[in-house]
Each structure stands twice: as structure tokens, then as C-alpha cells.
């Protein structure tokens, strides 16, 4: 009884602790693009380029991506696959450490820093419709971290700039990305109008961890900057920006989820922006990736009930 006992809680155990193999880190200290590939677009404008540099941080390993956003350009998108599928109803992480220059970022425009997950079959580049086409954004099948830096004098309560967690589910009786699509807006993502000690922007030049963490039993994905210290420490920047709950979210229908297979940086396009002055001219320089498959909550559960159960078994024998 007590070796069933004791293997029993050995698979048990080994549910939770185990690595998954479809956990992987991204240093780019080699050049990713035998790795990574174009889902879409392609690099004919020059957007993406490996730099074989010193590291920034202990322990950070030397190389980097500078990827040049121009929302004046087609969308570029460069992928990597996770190798499983991941749903609204799973447990992950994507750790992603970058520093960002903005170039020109006009007033009262829109277009954002951004990378996540997507689905590599069926998440588009559209991101925003364009004046001959309100309904054509196709970015279906998103995880992804948004930063707008521009300003905003439409309304003193959200001068900008801008940060948010996003998501986009499946595609939704055949509308657009937008039908079925969750982000957090107003004051609550607006870094402009938060008052101390929280920051009203993201530092520029120097090197930030973004944590996007999903739980798949509460369906909220919560968005936790750092900035990454020079002996490689983390320093919390209270950015008051609350998790997305996407039970609530009124414009996303949790009937068409999510299903993503792959990690991206984007380079929108702007459908909108004037291509004599786009929306965003900005560098971001990716330090490293990192994809972390969490145990699902079910699981968890379940491993309460086996541990109970042999625990009392335990004391019987």
C-alpha cells in the first residue's frame, strides 16, 4: 500500500513540476531568422535586423533584435511556434525583455508598440481597417502587449500615453477583429493620467521586462512591467493598470475564444495614418523571450483531490 502510495503521488507531482516541453527561452544570441519566420509580410523594407552586440544586463547573453516600426509600411510580423495550442481555458506566461526609442509619435494619432501570441493560420495583419475599409481588421486569435505613446487632447481624463493588455477571440459571425475583441480603455490604461507614485510613461532606453500572465480559470490576463537593473535585478514600475477580465468585457464573447500557437513582433501598419507623417516612427530592440507553459487550474484542482485522497489512504494503512 505505501509504494502505491508513493507512486501515486510521484505522477501526481510530476503532473505539476515537470517542465513542459513546449516552455522555451529566446536570446537571440544568434541570428533568429532560420528560427522565426515571416507569418506576414516580409523584411523588403529593412523593418527587422540581428545585432550582434554586447549584452545590456548580468547575464543577459550578447545579440539582440532592433526591430524599425513604421506605421506607415505594411504590417510585418515575425513568428515563432510554441508547439502546442494554447486556449482561453490554459494557464501561461510570456516574459519579453526589449527597449524602445520613439521617433515621431504626432499628437492625437494611433499606433502601438506590440508583440504576444497569435495564431499562425489564422491571425491577419490588419490591425486597424483603413478609410476604404472600416471592417477589415483581421488580427483574430490574440495575446498581445499594447503601448501607444502618443498624446491625446480629445479628453483631459486620458492625455496619454497609452498601455494596455489586448485580446482578439475567433473570428464572430463573420465580422471584423473588432467584434470580438477585449482591451482596457480609458483612465484605467492611461499612464498619463495616473498621479503619484504610479508613472505616466514607460522610460525610453533602457532595458523593460513586460509579463503577460493568462489565467484560464478567472479568463484574466494581467500585463506587470520591470525595468531590468545593469546587475540584471527587477524594479517594479506601478504602471495602475489593472488586469483584463474577459468575463466582463462586453465586446468579447468567450464563446469564440482564443486559440494561439505562436510567439510574434509586430510591425503594424496604420490604416489610417497620414504616410507623410505615420502615426509611430519608433526602434524596439528585443533582449530575450521567454514562453511558460503554467499547470491549469483543473489540474491543480485535481492534484488536491488525488493528494487528499492518498493522504487519507496513507493514515488507513
Avoid: C
Wanted: net charge negative; glycine share 8%.
Amino acid at each position: 500500500m505505501i509504494r502505491q502510495t508513493a507512486v501515486a503521488l510521484a505522477a501526481a507531482l510530476s503532473a505539476v513540476f515537470i517542465p513542459s516541453s513546449h516552455a522555451w527561452v529566446e536570446d537571440f544570441s544568434t541570428s533568429p531568422f532560420p528560427t522565426w519566420s515571416f507569418g506576414v509580410g516580409d523584411n523588403s523594407n529593412s523593418q527587422f535586423a540581428w545585432n550582434n552586440d554586447a549584452p545590456k544586463y548580468s547575464g543577459d547573453a550578447p545579440g539582440s533584435l532592433t526591430v524599425n516600426l513604421n506605421s506607415a509600411l505594411p504590417t510585418a510580423r515575425l513568428d515563432r511556434p510554441i508547439g502546442a495550442t494554447f486556449t482561453q481555458s490554459d494557464n501561461f506566461t510570456l516574459k519579453v525583455r526589449f527597449s524602445f526609442n520613439v521617433i515621431s509619435a504626432p499628437t492625437d494619432t494611433a499606433a502601438q508598440i506590440a508583440f504576444g501570441l497569435v495564431n499562425s493560420a489564422l491571425t491577419g495583419g490588419d490591425r486597424t481597417g483603413s478609410f476604404s475599409n472600416f471592417f477589415s481588421s483581421d488580427f483574430f486569435h490574440t495575446v498581445e502587449f499594447n503601448y501607444f505613446p502618443q498624446l491625446s487632447t480629445w479628453n483631459p481624463a486620458t492625455p496619454g500615453p497609452t498601455l494596455t493588455p489586448v485580446v482578439a477571440g475567433a473570428q464572430k459571425g463573420g465580422g471584423d477583429a473588432f467584434s470580438n475583441f477585449a482591451a482596457i480603455f480609458g483612465p484605467a490604461s492611461d499612464l498619463g493620467a495616473n498621479p503619484p507614485p504610479l508613472i505616466t510613461e514607460l522610460p525610453e532606453d533602457v532595458v523593460l521586462e513586460a509579463v503577460l500572465d493568462y489565467d484560464g480559470f478567472t479568463r484574466e490576463l494581467s500585463l506587470t512591467m520591470y525595468q531590468v537593473q545593469s546587475d540584471g535585478s527587477l524594479t517594479l514600475l506601478l504602471t495602475g493598470v489593472p488586469p483584463l477580465d474577459l468575463d466582463t468585457q462586453f465586446s468579447y464573447d468567450t464563446n469564440y475564444p482564443f486559440v494561439v500557437d505562436t510567439v510574434a513582433i509586430m510591425a503594424y501598419q496604420d490604416g489610417y495614418t497620414d504616410p507623410n507623417n505615420p502615426s509611430l516612427v519608433a526602434t524596439v530592440t528585443f533582449e530575450r523571450i521567454e514562453f511558460i507553459p503554467e499547470p491549469t487550474t483543473g489540474l491543480l484542482v485535481g492534484l488536491g483531490v488525488t493528494l487528499a485522497a492518498i493522504s487519507t489512504r496513507w493514515r488507513r494503512s
